[in-house]
């Protein structure tokens, strides 16, 4: 069996192009819904805002939801509430990504067995940046 952490390397390794579903905008740039994805376009991954603030603001790439994507992303990274999770579960069930990635502080089992149960691959409660910084450091990545 997978260890979460082996899971995470995989991902990351693996994944090219991630949705971060709730980015936030340029006018709150220490916000980890912004400074994690910017981070991670600037390690070489393809980055699809998911907001519909964004796509109305004219945000580069943003879309206004996940049904907009006409292809599923390697991964979607979740920056939204715990209890905000399950209206896009649906969508999430529809789209099919490999892995959904729900970022630190981010929990919910329901919407995570819903997922897994589909096939879907599931990381609660850790942050991207965080592990990918981790594996560069060591060379791992």
């Not at 943003?62 to 509430?81: C, K, Y």
Request: charged letters at 25%; a negative charge.
């Amino acid at each position: 069996m997978t260890t979460v952490p082996e899971l995470a390397a995989a991902i990351l390794r693996d994944s090219r192009t991630v949705a971060v579903l709730g980015m936030k905008g340029d006018d709150d740039p220490g916000a980890p819904a912004n400074h994690v994805p910017i981070y991670l376009a600037s390690q070489g991954y393809n980055i699809i805002p998911v907001n519909p603030a964004l796509a109305a603001d004219g945000y580069p790439g943003a879309v206004s939801s996940l049904s907009d994507l006409l292809d599923p992303p390697d991964v979607v990274e979740v920056f939204r509430r715990p209890d905000a999770i399950a209206e896009h579960a649906d969508e999430l069930l529809e789209l099919k990504p490999r892995y959904v990635w729900f970022q630190l502080g981010i929990r919910n089992d329901e919407v995570a067995k819903r997922l897994e149960d589909a096939g879907i691959r599931v990381i609660q409660d850790r942050c991207m940046f965080q592990d990918h910084t981790a594996l560069r450091e060591a060379g791992e990545i």
